[in-house]
């Protein structure tokens, strides 16, 4: 017998899974359509023309070589990227994800052109994403200079330019002269020991190997070391703030919350990968506990630090209006650190505006610069300030020539900022510290993508042969392809223009 109720269940079932599907086909091609237009601009790229080296993985295409690449760091050992230009030449195209073609440039003018352009090649979205991890903003939209690009960039430079000028580095002289000083004192000290305990710190952990049985003296971790020299210099340089890790006083919790979030989120992950393809994806981080507590401690620290260093601002400059002179310099010179710079560049910048466009920063995106200082200054300077002595101690008459010059620089009645005009004149110095950077470059690669409207044409200053044996004089380019500067590699091209 026919029920009216089975009727009307089966037909709200069906209505039901109709509805279900219906939202599981839009929500599949809401997430998949970017990989499918990724494919189809790929395809039709002019990159598809050029030669490159084969892959082993259709998948990985040859991202995992160039990784594994990224740990062959001795100096006299060819680079997996000077074996392909040896074969293909300055201009060439490698494989990306599942069959990409992204460009691969050696050629010095090219180079020029593309790294001289900044706002037409911005680094893709992908890589500012990534960093964003690790630099970026504790609030959704904020960035750093690091990760900026287009209008932001330009007011951040403009507003964060004071900072950097020359007559302000000298300025911090004396902070860096005296966590040399100290940690000199330190290896010295360590020197007349038997043994010794070499730290860890946040973002390198590892400690350095005990002496063997026969060999004498005591083996120093010299990374380990300037890794703590270091933050503490832009600790107090950059924010006014004392990590105190050469003495060792115990662990700083925003030393360690910068390297919970520093050593997460440079390692390689599968999500990566996919979040390339998947833009959907890219809003998922890993939240786990310890991560957000990490962040959570340096928000409650940086943003202290910001109205610290504001209400300095705003007392200096009510002395001024009070003040003759004396009380007034000594009130800047505790504020010479690069945030209270920035924070003073920044109120100018606001009370130079219409009243109606904001043209400042706002405080998450002064965090933001907080946790770029700690980047850019820190690991990168440790890094190389140990491969200069790494050189130095394989080249012992180039070391006794660096010593000789050093030695006849008289420093020791000096101020701090003449001590930086003498020691900026000893011209050796000058050259091994340029040398180390060439030779062992902290940023080792560095990737840019196109976009400009319609395409572009990059000239070169050498021709080169594409995949039918056609010589060219320039590359081609769509919008969105993708162009990466193997810095390092160029660096120690011995056929360019450091031979």
Known sequence: MFSPSLFISSATTATTTTCFLVLVIVFLSYATLPFFQLLYRQSRSPLVNLRGPPSRSF????LKDMHDAENVVHPHTETLFQRWEKEYGKVFVYQGFVGGKRLMLMDPRAVGDVLGRAYDYPKPEFVRDSLSGMVGGFKKGAEGLLTSEGDVHRRQRKILAPAFT????????????EKAEQLRDIWLSAAERSSYSNPSTPTTPSEAKWPSENESGVRIDALSWLARATLDIIGEAGFGYSFNSLEGSGKDALAEAFGVIFSTARKFRVITILQVWFPILRGLRRNNRTMVEARATMRKIGLGLI???QAQAAATSSKKKTDASGEEVAVEMRGRDLLSVLIRANERERAAGDGQTTEGMNEEEMLCQISTFLAAGHETTSSALTWCLYALAKDPLSQERLRKALRSV???????QQKYDAIEKCQYLDWVVRETLRMHAPVTSTMRVCMVDGGDVIPVSTPFHDKDGVLQNSVRLNK??????????????????WR
């Open 307 to 309: 109205r610290e260093r």
């Open 166 to 177: 020359s007559s302000h580095i000298k300025s911090l002289t004396p902070i860096f002269w």
């Open 59 to 62: 998948f990985m295409g040859n």
């Open 480 to 497: 969105y392809d993708i162009i990466s500067v193997p810095i390092q590699a160029i660096n120690r091209d011995g056929d360019g223009e």
């Open 410 to 416: 008289e420093l020791d009645s000096l101020p701090g």
